[in-house]
């Protein structure tokens, strides 16, 4: 309902400059209809199931998808995040790779670091494929075939690819893997590992 509210929102704002937020009455009722209402929680990848996609899709198909997956894992990463990124917020070290995130949902920038070299190798190949220039500077581009278009990809498809894995995956329910299923896996990975409430809040932040 909120939805659909927000749609009629812009549009009467657009088309009729009548801004609908100020009708108290109506959000009044929006607020007792949502009452007891759960969002459905995004449904998480464990570690061998990240592995096993890694190992067994096909690079020619999936490039694209897995150096997704390696950054929304490995840094905890809302789906804007990884729509924003630009070939400049990755350095690529001796034998690491750093990623900055400047523009967070907090407004604070991040760091995380990519240490593991079979992931690191499936980076590289991309970022080898990817016509990177002036007037394109987004990272992740469209993959077709095999290479990269100078053309972005947008912020509806990367939040659909925890999806497109888990289809791959033959998991079940796979529309329950959202946009939202990178930073749920990753805090879901520390917190089994013994990480404190804190550590698992900095983290993706």
Known sequence: MWTVYS?????QNL?????ISKYHKLQAFLKRSSTGYQPKK????????????LNEANGQCYLGIKVILIMGYSGAMRRD????????????????????????????SRLFVITKQTWISI?????????????CKR????????????????INKIGQVPRVIAQFMQLPNPGLYTGHCFRR??????????RD???IKRHGR
């Open 42 to 53: 995004s449904k998480i990848l464990n570690d061998s199931q990240i592995n096993k996609f």
């Open 197 to 199: 409430l804190l550590t």
């Open 123 to 135: 980076i590289q190949k991309y970022v080898a494929l990817c016509p990177f220039n002036v007037t």
């Open 7 to 11: 749609m009629l929102r812009t549009c």
């Open 15 to 19: 088309n009729k400059n009548v801004d």
């Open 139 to 154: 990272f992740f581009l469209t993959y077709r075939n095999g290479r990269c278009i100078t053309s972005p990809i947008g």
């Open 81 to 108: 995040e990884l729509t924003q990124m630009v070939i400049h917020d990755i350095q690529f070290k001796e034998d690491s790779i750093h990623v900055q995130i400047p523009k967070t949902k907090d407004n604070v």
């Open 185 to 194: 896996s990753s805090a879901t990975h520390l917190a089994d590992c013994g």
